[in-house]
């Protein structure tokens, strides 16, 4: 099947930190990649929607210049939380579709982010 | 228009049981519908999809029944397991965009 990773599983910072979470779909190429937040006992919301080569396109809310999104190749994304305050603590979860099957996403493991 | 919603938002069954887990839908624009199962702390499993030109979609012990006209579709789970016990998810997409629009969650307990 189709494996997504994630780096790093976990990460607790400062508040007013950044920090950078990587998503890697591992066999195969993932022309596009999601991110998701996910609270606990919730549903997973949309953060954005990565292309590889191009800007990403953030849902409403989702403030662009705190959570910066890079897709550099087809088969890495980057997310990256600006000056992370306590709020930001959440499961970040990213997902990759696959090329050839046009609509299954596989989803990485999650990061747990934790600010203090 | 863009929401599914899903119920029940938990659910209990003894081991050898039938779960069942309902999503209905308004956005007749969908056009792909996949489960998803999430252990803690982990992410998301894609477990069986279907699309609308079929009404069922057997995988194992999983089954998907889908009712177009109704815009409904659930996930059974049959002879279900302790080891099932996770939240399940259902979602749609449409377009090619292909964004996911999560239902809300069913934690299921599957009692040994």
């Known amino acids: 099947g189709a494996v997504v990773s994630q780096h790093p599983s976990r990460v607790i910072c400062k508040s007013g930190t950044s920090v950078k979470i990587e998503c890697r779909s591992l066999?195969?190429?993932?022309?596009?990649m999601f991110w998701y937040r996910q609270f606990p006992k919730q549903s997973l919301m949309l953060m954005a929607t990565?292309?590889?080569?191009?800007?990403?396109?953030?849902e409403q809310g989702v403030e662009k210049d705190k959570f910066l999104i890079n897709h550099a190749s087809l088969t890495l994304s980057t997310l990256t939380v600006t000056s992370a305050h306590p709020e930001d603590s959440s499961f970040y979860i990213c997902?990759?579709?696959?090329?050839?099957?046009?609509?299954?996403?596989?989803f990485g493991p999650g990061t747990r982010l934790t600010v203090t | 228009q863009q929401q599914v919603k899903q119920s029940p938002q938990s659910l209990i069954v003894q081991k050898g049981g039938i779960s069942i887990i309902n999503c209905a839908y308004e956005?007749?624009?969908?056009?792909?519908f996949p489960w998803y199962q999430q252990f803690p702390g982990k992410g998301p499993a894609l477990l069986i999809a279907?699309?609308?030109?079929?009404s069922e979609k057997k995988e194992g012990r999983f089954t998907i029944s889908f009712n177009k006209s109704a815009k409904q579709f659930s996930l059974h789970i049959m002879d279900s397991q302790p080891g099932d016990s996770a939240t399940y998810f259902c979602?749609?997409?449409?377009?090619?965009?292909?964004?996911?629009?999560f239902g809300s969650g069913t934690q299921l307990t599957v009692l040994p």
């Open positions: 979602a749609a997409s449409a377009g090619s965009a292909r964004q996911l629009t």
């Open positions: 997902s990759a579709r696959v090329v050839r099957a046009g609509y299954e996403q596989y």
């Open positions: 956005n007749t624009a969908f056009d792909y």
């Open positions: 066999d195969f190429q993932a022309t596009t």
């Open positions: 279907i699309r609308p030109d079929v």
């Open positions: 990565s292309n590889e080569g191009s800007k990403a396109t953030y």
